[in-house]
């Protein structure tokens, strides 16, 4: 018997040595997921006018919320033009992905190498990633913004504009890359494949 | 209590250490997977997932199969080209939506 219980007060006493080695761990994990699209608009917009260090005078202050309301309105109409501008662009990108991917199945059909496809079609999937990623972001800004009660909170608003501006230039450029991308891939892309058609 | 009694009279057993150690990893086995299904880890994997189920039957919308030539490549290429050029990039996404004239700021 008294055997029997040190045998259970190990095994008990290493059980909880194993539960306070993980509970940390697990602790690290859920502080991580904490992530920006888990916080709420007026946190996410908090963190943005702390990382933006944003000041603003009283009378600009009442300036904003004098006309925070009527650009409210303005920002919905703008994330709506926005998601339909995205959603095309992600459309077209697809229709672009699945013609790279008939080319591909057409010319091994034949024999022939098409790894070039392989390698812009890579390289477009990863751009499309990213640009989806600022895009879902820019979006949750708009509406963080034409939702938060700018007259209350003046800064917040700014500072989510200020954000939001960032994002819709970072958008511009992402999908200008990949307009020059495709653009530019005749000599190292579409050449080599057409002249191992041509052999 | 047949266990225990079983445990008792075998103590020094090498089975029952190794019953104990399979039990001690089972319960760290279980402890970590836990935490894993918790972490955004396991969420990331099913958006992973997700996002590779996306377009399951991309095969079945496409021409795989007829012969291809070097101009089938051009035609490809120049209309890749103009798909993103009908894209009014500037219009969609350049700065004057969001300025102070445009908001009425």
Same mark, same amino acid.
């Given at each position: 018997?008294?055997?029997?219980?040190?045998?259970?007060?190990?095994?008990?006493?290493?059980?909880?040595?194993?539960?306070? !080695?993980?509970?940390?761990?697990?602790?690290?994990?859920?502080?991580?997921?904490?992530?920006?699209?888990?916080?709420?608009?007026? /946190?996410?917009?908090?963190?943005?006018?702390?990382?933006?260090?944003?000041?603003?005078?009283?009378?600009?202050?009442?300036?904003?919320?004098?006309?925070?309301?009527?650009?409210?309105?303005?920002?919905?109409?703008?994330?709506?033009?926005?998601?339909?501008?995205?959603?095309?662009?992600?459309?077209?990108?697809?229709?672009?992905?699945?013609?790279?991917?008939?080319?591909?199945?057409?010319?091994?059909?034949?024999?022939?190498?098409?790894?070039?496809?392989?390698?812009?079609?890579?390289?477009?999937?990863?751009?499309?990633?990213?640009?989806?990623?600022?895009?879902?972001?820019?979006?949750?800004?708009?509406?963080?913004?034409?939702?938060?009660?700018?007259?209350?909170?003046?800064?917040?608003?700014?500072?989510?504009?200020?954000? /939001?501006?960032?994002?819709?230039?970072?958008?511009?450029?992402?999908?200008?890359?990949?307009?020059?991308?495709?653009?530019?891939?005749?000599?190292? !892309?579409?050449?080599?494949?057409?002249?191992?058609?041509?052999? | 209590?047949?266990?225990?009694?079983?445990?008792?009279?075998?103590?020094?057993?090498?089975?029952?250490?190794?019953?104990? /150690?399979?039990?001690?990893?089972?319960?760290?086995?279980?402890?970590?997977?836990?935490?894993?299904?918790?972490?955004?880890?396991?969420?990331?994997?099913?958006?992973?997932?997700?996002? /590779?189920?996306?377009?399951?039957?991309?095969?079945?919308?496409?021409?795989?199969?007829?012969?291809?030539?070097?101009?089938?490549?051009?035609?490809?290429?120049?209309?890749?080209?103009?798909?993103?050029?009908?894209?009014?990039?500037?219009?969609?996404?350049?700065?004057?939506?969001?300025?102070?004239?445009?908001?009425?700021?």
């Amino acid at each position: 018997m008294v055997q029997y219980t040190k045998m259970f007060a190990k095994t008990l006493l290493l059980s909880v040595v194993l539960g306070l !080695i993980v509970w940390p761990l697990n602790v690290l994990a859920e502080n991580q997921t904490t992530n920006y699209t888990t916080m709420n608009g007026e /946190a996410r917009l908090s963190q943005a006018l702390s990382s933006q260090q944003l000041n603003i005078d009283d009378n600009a202050k009442s300036d904003i919320v004098g006309k925070c309301k009527n650009a409210q309105i303005i920002l919905r109409n703008v994330q709506l033009e926005a998601e339909k501008a995205v959603r095309l662009r992600i459309n077209t990108y697809s229709s672009i992905q699945m013609d790279l991917q008939s080319i591909k199945l057409r010319m091994l059909r034949q024999g022939s190498d098409a790894s070039e496809t392989d390698l812009l079609s890579g390289k477009l999937q990863q751009m499309i990633d990213e640009f989806t990623v600022e895009a879902d972001n820019y979006g949750t800004t708009l509406s963080d913004i034409a939702n938060v009660d700018c007259v209350q909170k003046p800064e917040l608003f700014m500072a989510g504009l200020i954000l /939001a501006r960032t994002q819709r230039a970072e958008l511009y450029k992402k999908t200008t890359r990949i307009k020059n991308m495709i653009e530019d891939s005749d000599s190292n !892309i579409f050449t080599p494949l057409k002249k191992r058609l041509t052999l | 209590m047949k266990l225990i009694n079983t445990i008792k009279k075998n103590k020094d057993s090498p089975v029952i250490a190794i019953t104990l /150690a399979i039990l001690i990893a089972l319960i760290m086995v279980i402890t970590t997977t836990t935490i894993f299904y918790k972490s955004n880890a396991y969420a990331t994997v099913k958006q992973i997932q997700a996002g /590779a189920n996306a377009n399951p039957n991309l095969s079945d919308d496409i021409d795989t199969t007829s012969p291809i030539k070097a101009t089938d490549i051009d035609e490809f290429a120049q209309s890749f080209k103009q798909r993103l050029r009908n894209l009014d990039d500037y219009n969609d996404f350049g700065p004057s939506e969001l300025s102070n004239q445009n908001l009425g700021l």
